[in-house]
Nanobody
Framework: QVQLVESGGGLVQPGGSLRLSCVVS????????IGWFRQAPGKEREGVSY????????GYSDSAKGRFTISRDDVKDTVSLQMNNLKPEDTAVYYC?????????????????WGQGTQVTVSS
């Protein structure tokens, strides 16, 4: 069974940092993309960042650019999201996900495999 397990969420003050990790297991074929998404209460799920498994191409949402960094550790089958300078509007449940092929890698509709989510709360 394919599993994606997120960790690293928590409570942090504005301006602080968190590092989220997503461990992927149980899937013999590589994903085309692995992405990070988030969903705040009352809002639709939105893409935050993605990384291509094949060529390492990286993308970010406008809100994430300059603050978040996605990376991949192939040995550990882990994709991480380093989040710096966090803002209250970053508060959400963060999910990692894998897709087969997407021309819109920040669109959650194109992803088939999802983790359980990890809560990130940015508040003073």
């Amino acid at each position: 069974q394919v599993q994606l397990v997120e960790s690293g969420g928590g409570l942090v003050q504005p301006g602080g940092s968190l590092r989220l990790s997503c461990v992927v297991s149980g899937f013999d074929l590589p994903f085309y993309h692995i992405g990070w998404f988030r969903q705040a209460p009352g809002k639709e799920r939105e893409g935050v960042s993605y990384i291509s498994v094949s060529d390492g191409k990286i993308g970010y949402s406008d809100s994430a650019k300059g603050r978040f960094t996605i990376s991949r550790d192939d040995v550990k089958d882990t994709v991480s999201l380093q989040m710096n300078n966090l803002k209250p509007e970053d508060t959400a449940v963060y999910y990692c996900a894998g897709d087969d092929l997407s021309l819109k890698p920040l669109d959650p509709k194109f992803y088939d495999y999802w983790g359980q989510g990890t809560q990130v709360t940015v508040s003073s």
